[in-house]
């Protein structure tokens, strides 16, 4: 990946190797709230390996002769990792649950609660990666990164496992937004999508949402302050507490340096708030050399209308820890939910490390 802005510009990118084997990557999620003991709804923590979410809950609903779609989840976790995350599943109990056996699907835990566990229900993820392959005298470089990205942020780009294998999700998520659902469904189909789902949909206009989204913060970057400030007429958002507000006062760049606000990006769609003044004049000049308008985001349909948000341009990274074992560094970490590992590793090589989801695919190309 070509990029000329990073975060830490004092440290040079360190070669590595990540994901050589699955367990190399290990994600455990931090829930919002604990199971309240009593209700309809099993959570069961589980452990997977080899399998993304949709396919393990695909294998617990022929276990337990459940529909997929009733199975609750809070994150999407990716097949090439080691991931514990917390599932419902309702009307079963608890004992059938611990008894349930699968080579590439553990259930470790399984409390009553009263209601689904639903999207977005995720305080965080924590992370332990080893790089591998690194070069001698590798580790103050990599903890050197570290150490500046708790005190500045990561950047919250989407990185490649958002716009699939192919990387072109997001060009029929455009398709959408422009009107042409039938173009889109031929092309997918032409890809070997056989079904023309309604999450199908959802996942390539989430696609071209992050393309934007990742377009602005790379032209953010490359501003006076980039991601460490915010100006007169942003949309900051609290780390604290998800709120968000229009910035008025140029004071409010102090709580910026302090991690206490950053500036948001959009999720372009109907339901966005919009930035005032420079902000919102790049977030539309950047919309337009894309092809698309505010008033396409008006376009009416189920999926369409319900687009739009704002996200923080940088991501709050802590519990940082480095480690130096025999067969590479072993680095933990703690992000917000929704935020990319890959992301900060991606700052350690500055496009020098190689691995599965290293590029932020569909923000390449140079942004002013």
């Given at each position: 990946?070509?990029?000329?802005?990073?975060?830490?510009?004092?440290?040079?990118?360190?070669?590595?190797?990540?994901r050589?084997?699955?367990?190399?990557?290990e994600?455990?999620?931090?829930?919002?709230?604990?199971?309240?003991g009593?209700?309809?709804?099993?959570?069961?923590?589980?452990?997977?390996?080899?399998?993304?979410t949709?396919?393990?809950?695909?294998?617990?609903?022929?276990?337990?002769?459940?529909d997929?779609?009733?199975?609750?989840?809070?994150?999407?976790?990716?097949?090439?990792?080691?991931?514990?995350?917390?599932?419902?599943?309702?009307?079963?109990?608890?004992?059938?649950?611990?008894?349930?056996?699968?080579?590439?699907?553990?259930?470790?835990?399984?409390?009553?609660?009263?209601?689904?566990?639903?999207?977005?229900?995720?305080?965080?993820?924590?992370?332990?990666?080893?790089?591998?392959?690194?070069?001698?005298?590798?580790?103050?470089?990599?903890?050197?990164?570290?150490?500046?990205?708790?005190q500045?942020?990561?950047?919250?780009?989407?990185?490649?496992?958002?716009?699939g294998?192919?990387?072109?999700?997001?060009?029929?998520?455009?398709?959408?937004?422009?009107?042409?659902?039938?173009?889109?469904?031929?092309r997918?189909?032409?890809?070997?999508?056989?079904?023309?789902?309604?999450?199908?949909?959802?996942?390539?206009?989430?696609?071209?949402?992050?393309?934007?989204?990742?377009?602005?913060?790379?032209?953010?970057?490359?501003?006076e302050?980039?991601?460490?400030?915010?100006?007169?007429?942003?949309?900051?958002?609290?780390?604290?507490?998800?709120?968000?507000?229009?910035?008025?006062?140029?004071?409010?760049?102090?709580?910026?340096?302090?991690?206490?606000?950053?500036?948001s990006?959009?999720l372009?769609?109907?339901?966005?708030?919009?930035?005032?003044?420079?902000?919102?004049?790049?977030?539309?000049?950047?919309?337009?050399?894309?092809?698309?308008?505010?008033?396409?985001?008006?376009?009416?349909?189920?999926?369409?209308?319900?687009?739009?948000?704002?996200?923080?341009?940088?991501?709050?990274?802590?519990?940082?820890?480095?480690?130096?074992?025999?067969?590479?560094?072993?680095?933990?970490?703690?992000?917000?939910?929704?935020?990319?590992?890959?992301?900060?590793?991606?700052?350690?090589?500055?496009?020098?490390?190689?691995?599965?989801?290293?590029?932020?695919?569909?923000?390449?190309?140079?942004?002013?």
């Amino acid at each position: 990946m070509t990029r000329s802005n990073w975060m830490t510009p004092e440290w040079e990118g360190v070669p590595f190797l990540i994901r050589r084997e699955v367990e190399d990557f290990e994600v455990q999620e931090v829930p919002a709230y604990p199971p309240s003991g009593e209700g309809g709804h099993l959570f069961v923590t589980i452990q997977k390996c080899g399998l993304d979410t949709s396919r393990a809950k695909r294998v617990l609903a022929k276990h337990f002769d459940l529909d997929p779609r009733s199975i609750g989840h809070a994150g999407q976790k990716d097949a090439r990792a080691v991931t514990r995350q917390c599932l419902s599943l309702e009307g079963v109990s608890v004992e059938d649950a611990l008894a349930f056996e699968h080579p590439r699907v553990q259930i470790l835990d399984a409390v009553l609660h009263g209601h689904k566990l639903r999207r977005g229900h995720l305080a965080g993820n924590r992370f332990r990666i080893l790089l591998r392959d690194l070069p001698k005298g590798s580790m103050p470089a990599v903890q050197g990164v570290l150490d500046l990205l708790q005190q500045r942020g990561v950047p919250n780009r989407y990185m490649a496992q958002r716009f699939g294998v192919r990387g072109d999700n997001a060009d029929l998520g455009r398709m959408l937004v422009l009107g042409d659902p039938s173009g889109a469904r031929e092309r997918a189909r032409a890809q070997g999508h056989s079904h023309w789902s309604n999450a199908l949909r959802k996942l390539m206009l989430g696609a071209w949402q992050s393309q934007i989204f990742n377009r602005v913060l790379e032209a953010r970057m490359a501003w006076e302050g980039g991601l460490e400030t915010v100006i007169p007429g942003d949309l900051a958002i609290r780390h604290e507490s998800g709120g968000i507000f229009l910035v008025q006062d140029e004071a409010d760049a102090q709580r910026a340096r302090t991690l206490e606000i950053s500036a948001s990006g959009p999720l372009p769609g109907c339901r966005a708030r919009l930035p005032e003044g420079p902000v919102l004049e790049l977030e539309q000049r950047l919309l337009s050399e894309d092809g698309v308008s505010q008033e396409d985001l008006t376009r009416k349909g189920p999926l369409l209308s319900r687009l739009g948000t704002r996200r923080p341009l940088r991501a709050l990274l802590t519990e940082i820890s480095l480690e130096e074992t025999t067969e590479g560094l072993l680095l933990a970490f703690r992000l917000p939910a929704g935020s990319f590992a890959t992301a900060v590793i991606d700052e350690i090589g500055k496009g020098r490390g190689e691995g599965w989801g290293l590029s932020a695919t569909a923000s390449q190309g140079e942004v002013q």
